[in-house]
Every structure is written in C-alpha cells, then in structure tokens.
C-alpha cells in the first residue's frame, strides 16, 4: 500500500524561528510530490517537486526532492503567525498513462506564537 | 477566474438519507479528483473524472458511493443511505490537463455531517 508519512505531526515555534517539515514516501508509481497549506478551508498549492536536488523557492518558503532516499522537506525562515496552519505533502501515485491521484501524508501541524 | 466551487458548504442529512455533493471545476479545468477528509486523518484519494467519465475509482467504497462529472455541468459525489462513518470533510480538485507538472486546485470542501 502507498504510504506517506509526515514528521513531526505538530510544531509549536515562535515569530522569526526557522523550521523544516518532513516527508517520507513509499509508493509503487512516483510522478511528483506537492506541499499544499490548509487554514481550516480549501489546501493552498506551495510547490510541486518531480526531480532530486533542485530547490524551489517561494518568498521565505523552500523545498527540495531526494528521489533516492524517499523523501522531501519544506524549510520556512522568520516564521510569522500568518504561517500557522497544517501543512499537507502529497505524493502523485496514479499508474499507467494518468497523473493526479494523490496520496497524502496526516499533515504537520505548525502553530508559530509572537 | 472564479476557482474550484462546492456546494453545498455544510450539509446535514440523517441516517439512512442520500447526499449530493457538488463541485464545479476551474473555468478551462476538464479533470476534477474528489478526496475524504476524516476526522484526525489526512485526506484519501476517492475517484479521478474526466468529462463523462470515470478515470480511477480505486478509492470508492464498493457500495452507496458514485460519482458522475457529466457533459453539462458540475461533478456529483452522492452518497446513499448515509451513515455516521460518512461524517467528513469532503474534497473536490480540478485540474486543466492530464500531464505532468500539473498542480491540483482544491474547492473549499463540503462538510457532511450525520446525525
């Protein structure tokens, strides 16, 4: 069975720290790995990873893929409580000729204080 | 550019009740995915459409669950005879094209809630 796992499940931090989330998978069909943002509604795409080793970047959020050892991380710098949220890493399974179907990991909850 | 719609936003039906649950994908968007939150756990892949129809199912229970994305208009999930475990948070995304490096764009959800 595909599985991904996140860690930790829940990060409390204060404005201005730096944290890193985890992502391990283990899937039989690997066609990309997204990080997507959820504040209680819809999740929010932050980034999709299909190849090891390049860095994507978004304002003070980054990513990066190891398709050797199975696993990816999300780094946020300065925190800001505007970044509270739970943080969702998916892995794209789907077989044959399809993309999208997603397997997703339980989240990480992260709470950032003043 | 309006994005993914569901409707209804919540929705409470008794035991034993049908649920529709709606979604209308992004304006250009032809793939719609639905996925169930459950309470404490993360979100589980249901069924993949295309335009009349059904690309992946594996995530379907076998029995009460369909799904339809018709010709003309929005993408149903509907739910027979409802029961408490159907309680959850349930997810639609669209995306534009079937291809690689194609994000999903996810609706604000339905939550059905059993009583």
């Known amino acids: 069975e595909d599985k991904v796992v996140q860690s930790p499940l829940s990060l409390v931090v204060h404005e201005g720290d730096t944290v890193t989330l985890n992502c391990s998978y283990e899937v039989t069909n690997f066609r990309s790995l997204l990080w997507y943002k959820q504040e209680k509604k819809a999740p929010t795409f932050l980034f999709m990873l299909?190849?090891?080793?390049i860095e994507k970047k978004s304002g003070r959020l980054s990513s990066i893929l190891d398709k050797k050892e199975l696993f990816s991380i999300l780094n946020i710098t300065a925190t800001q409580t505007g970044d509270s949220a739970v943080y969702l890493c998916?892995?794209?399974?789907?077989?044959?000729?399809?993309?999208?179907?997603?397997?997703f990991g339980q989240g990480t909850i992260l709470t950032v204080h003043p | 550019n309006a994005g993914v719609m569901q409707n209804p936003r919540h929705l409470v039906r008794r035991r034993g009740q049908e649920a529709r649950l709606r979604c209308s994908p992004m304006k250009g968007h032809s793939h719609v995915y639905w996925y169930r939150q459950l309470p404490e756990e993360g979100l589980k892949f249901m069924v993949y459409l295309q335009k009349e129809n059904i690309i992946d199912e594996s995530g379907m229970p076998k029995e009460r669950f369909s799904a339809e994305f018709p010709k003309e208009g929005p993408s149903i999930l509907r739910i027979q005879q409802v029961v408490r475990g159907d309680s959850a948070a349930y997810f639609c995304?669209?995306?534009?094209?079937?291809?690689?490096?194609?994000?999903?764009?996810f609706g604000q959800g339905t939550r059905l809630t059993v009583v």
């Open positions: 995304a669209s995306s534009p094209w079937r291809g690689q490096g194609t994000e999903a764009f």
């Open positions: 299909t190849s090891s080793g």
């Open positions: 998916a892995v794209d399974t789907a077989g044959g000729t399809s993309y999208g179907k997603l397997t």
